[in-house]
């Protein structure tokens, strides 16, 4: 029997990068898996690589009317899911003087109001000892230019993931928070121009204890504990971040 032989899972933000990882190693493991994008490509790309056996599924992360409808399509495909797995975020640097409220709100709306609906539309469908695991970022803890409203909502994040394993101990469902330092994904061509992403390649290793850039094998490979092994676990956050926040 495959190691998650039998387990379903809902990974929002799931068509590349960390949240792909992560479906990967579950589909390999047995699993059934549902993963939500926005674009036409990165859903089309999310398909080809994880095959006829995932459902991939367009869904805007910070609509709530996308989330409700996500809702109803895993409760018809699942009925039940042993794992949800919030992932979908990004940030948009900015320098604090030219922060909008547009922006503001964007940071806000992505990073922990969706998320937040997203527990609370999944939860009753999430089977006794089953998992939450949110995806945060070490700018929730380090203080770090052109990411004050990015680390904010983070900071909100974390906080939610205590709040709820606390309110959801009663149905015996874990929720735990997964905080990717700099991670190696394509996020990092979108959330910067070239040059600047190019830069930040080149200078951010040596800012890193390990003196290197983690991978989304290793953040996925830190979600499945978190979701599967962890029993003994809800409310914490585990960073994986080659020591950045914690040395």
Request: proline share 5%; aromatic share 8%; charged share 20%.
């Amino acid at each position: 029997m495959k190691r998650y032989e039998g387990k379903k899972v809902v990974i929002i933000g799931g068509t590349s990068g960390m949240g792909l990882a992560t479906a990967k190693m579950l589909l390999d493991g047995g699993a059934r898996v549902a993963v939500t994008g926005r674009s036409k490509e990165g859903l089309e790309s999310a398909q080809k690589e994880l095959g006829n056996e995932a459902i991939v599924v367009s869904s805007d992360a910070r609509s709530l009317t996308d989330i409700d409808a996500l809702a109803s399509r895993v409760k018809t495909e699942f009925d039940t899911i042993d794992l949800l797995f919030v992932n979908a975020g990004f940030s948009i640097p900015t320098p604090f003087e030219s922060v909008t409220e547009a922006i503001y709100d964007e940071m806000f709306n992505l990073n922990s109001k969706g998320p937040f609906f997203a527990v609370q539309k999944f939860a009753p469908m999430i089977s006794r000892g089953g998992s939450v695991i949110l995806t945060t970022s070490i700018a929730n803890v380090k203080g770090m230019p052109n990411q004050s409203t990015y680390g904010a909502a983070k900071s909100a994040l974390r906080s939610f993931a205590r709040g709820l394993a606390a309110e959801l101990l009663p149905r015996e469902i874990r929720v735990n928070a997964v905080t990717p330092g700099p991670i190696d994904t394509p996020i990092l061509g979108k959330s910067f121009p070239a040059e600047a992403a190019a830069q930040m390649r080149e200078k951010i290793p040596g800012m890193v204890p390990m003196k290197r850039w983690g991978t989304s094998d290793e953040i996925a490979k830190a979600v499945l504990f978190l979701a599967f092994d962890a029993t003994f676990t809800t409310g914490a956050e585990l960073p994986v971040d080659g020591g950045w926040s914690q040395l």
